[in-house]
């Protein structure tokens, strides 16, 4: 059919079919007789029926619009009946083929409407000329798509190192409503369950809390007036004062005054009174060291709201 | 030995690795009668990186050979490419981080008293791991145990400036009301000001428009 | 947008990311402010291209995006780096790719009648198992068999960016199309219907090749 394919006479592809006894066997037998060895390869060769037939075609350099239908069809037979012979596990559709040519030959046999124009519609050979091309197209396409760079053979993607990989960890997100919810939650389960009764304190004062404690070391005393930032006015006084106060109430701080109206001194409730693993007290200690770090920064925080 | 075509061979090589090759490695890829030798190896290397400057990628020496790498002044960039889906937080987490929030200074057993089960130590580390809470002293009771408290990243985060902008308690026992999702029908815009009686009403309500459009329909 | 910079990150994610790189991937790695439109991109690709010039790799466009590539010039030499041969096709798996690429949808069935021969199931099993064909609906008719169809990996793997840059399937012609050159004393050569001696003429055939096979399916 094309020039390429009819120029390469017998040969149907470039490799070798496959080792015979060790020899490679790259071309077809140029005539029926097949060593019985090879015949298994041999059939395996061909993609089927379509294939064979073509095979022969292009053995003899005919053109597939004009395949003398008789000549072909004894040729193929004799493959075929080689392989009946030899009990190769044939495939039906080259018993099939087989028939479709001997049909194929006998209505050539028959006076046939040879009016101008018409009747080559009519030629029996018509369909399965197009079926062998339609078959030889995707043969050839195969043959072209494995010829196309691809990977793995042809090419690989290129790639380069990260380095170490900076993790960028996504924390995740919260919206307020999420953590109120969440309080809500728990606070209506510690109402129906619990035996305390969840106080309505106003938050600043349990955030004042906070920020004394952790202001406060439990080996040296803070000025008591030191706790309290007049800026905050009288209502941030009042917040701190009642923080002194629970903090007092709960045990977390202890006041010393050395005589009266002596300054006023607070400190953390000391440790040392408490029996402590040595351990987790040194640990206890560098966590209120960095926690001193804090004050000063809660301190502006205080004093934001004001401005 | 055709410089050029080294050069080629050994970037090609490199970069489809992907990984470091060393010059044995690098050798091995060339038939006897063209391969360079080390020198000559190292000298192509050298052009290659040369190459490479001004560029995203760049060609470094390590123990176990040569390799191309992204350039580190592009590799924060270049890390998107791999964004880490943010986790969530659970239930328990939001939890603990609110009770803190709403009773600090408390300790863990003060909080596993109001949620009425174990604090699992991992919600706690998570919490200092994000700065959000903080040691804020020692409640001096046997064990010392810890008092947490949050922090000023935290006020942050929920863009508060202090502690009392969070509603009070009792504001948050309507919260629900307020949010659509939760349990209103459509009309938000039932003024509710709290109380589990309003709420009763509501249902009410919205079983009412049920049976309206329930009877439309017959 | 700074080209120079954008280029640098464009190369520098390409090659972090050993695959093929969308335009809308690429965009993503850039804050808003300075985010290439797509235009740029494909501005900034191109120089990159340009500049794998004489190179061991090259920039190339898939189905699904840019990818840098090792030049195939060099690939025996790089192909080294692996002990492994890569994988070779059989003709009848070929053959069954190739009539999936060009006539899908379509099913074994019709697979079958066009090669004249049962498709061995492994065949179609190996190209299900390479990601390279898909099921990409039913035929309604007994049975309800499945049409098969080719995937993005396919074209990926064979370096295409879409189905219509496959080479194009050859002419079919009828007997009435060829009888009147069958009565002309046969020059070889003559009743050449592709091959690569009109290589030059296929491309504008091309189309009307495939809108054929486009109508033949349906």
């Known amino acids: ?307 | 030995m055709n410089t050029e075509y080294t050069r080629k061979v050994v970037e090609a090589a490199l970069l489809a690795a992907g990984r470091s090759l060393t010059l044995a490695e690098l050798s091995q890829l060339f038939d006897a009668v063209d391969r360079p030798d080390n020198d000559q190896l190292r000298g192509v290397l050298e052009e290659l990186g040369a190459s490479y400057e001004g560029r995203g990628i760049e060609l470094l020496e390590t123990a176990s050979g040569f390799r191309v790498q992204v350039r580190r002044d592009v590799a924060e960039q270049v890390a998107r490419l791999w964004p880490e889906r943010p986790p969530r937080y659970s239930r328990a987490q939001l939890e603990v981080l609110s009770i803190i929030a709403y009773r600090q200074p408390l300790t863990r057993a003060e909080i596993e008293s109001i949620r009425g089960v174990a604090v699992n130590p991992n919600i706690v580390k998570t919490l200092f791991e994000r700065e959000w809470i903080r040691v804020v002293g020692h409640r001096e009771v046997p064990g010392r145990p810890e008092l947490l408290g949050t922090t000023r990243d935290f006020l942050d985060y929920f863009g508060l400036k202090r502690l009392d902008q969070l509603p009070p308690l009792a504001d948050l026992k309507t919260l629900e009301q307020l949010d659509p999702q939760l349990l209103l029908p459509e009309p938000i815009g039932v003024a509710v000001d709290g109380g589990d009686a309003a709420a009763g009403d509501i249902v009410e309500v919205a079983v009412a428009q049920t049976d309206t459009a329930a009877n439309d329909v017959g």
């Open chain 1, 1 to 307: 059919m094309s020039m390429e394919m009819q120029g390469e006479g017998a040969v149907q592809v470039e490799m070798p079919f496959a080792m015979v006894l060790g020899e490679p066997l790259t071309e077809m037998p140029r005539d029926l007789y097949i060593p019985p060895q090879a015949m298994e390869v041999f059939l395996d060769a061909f993609e089927g029926p379509l294939d064979l037939l073509l095979y022969l075609i292009r053995r003899q350099n005919l053109n597939i619009l004009d395949i003398p239908i008789a000549e072909i069809t004894r040729q193929y037979t004799q493959y075929i009946d080689v392989m009946t012979e030899m009990q190769l596990d044939l495939a039906g559709e080259y018993l099939v083929m087989a028939a479709t040519l001997a049909e194929i030959k006998s209505r050539m046999l028959l006076p046939r409407a040879t009016a101008p124009g018409e009747g080559l519609e009519d030629d029996p050979r018509a369909e399965l000329v197009r079926r062998l091309q339609e078959y030889e197209r995707f043969k050839q396409a195969a043959q072209r798509l494995d010829d196309l760079p691809r990977l793995e053979r042809d090419t690989w993607v290129a790639s380069a190192e990260m380095g170490e990989r900076r993790v960028v960890r996504v924390l995740p997100d919260i919206t307020l409503k999420e953590l109120l919810i969440a309080f809500r939650d728990v606070a209506l389960r510690a109402e129906m369950f619990a035996h305390h009764h969840i106080h309505r304190e106003p938050l600043s004062v349990r955030a004042r809390m906070s920020d004394i404690l952790s202001t406060l070391h439990p080996e040296t005393f803070t000025e008591f007036t030191r706790l309290f930032l007049p800026e905050e006015g009288r209502m941030g006084v009042a917040v701190t004062f009642v923080a002194v106060l629970e903090l007092l109430r709960e045990g977390l701080l202890e006041i010393a005054q050395v005589e009266a109206y002596a300054p006023i001194h607070v400190r953390a409730v000391d440790p040392s009174r408490s029996r402590v693993i040595e351990g987790s007290a040194t640990e206890v200690e560098d966590t209120d060291a960095r926690l001193l770090e804090q004050p000063a920064l809660e301190e502006q925080d205080d004093e934001e709201p004001l401005e």
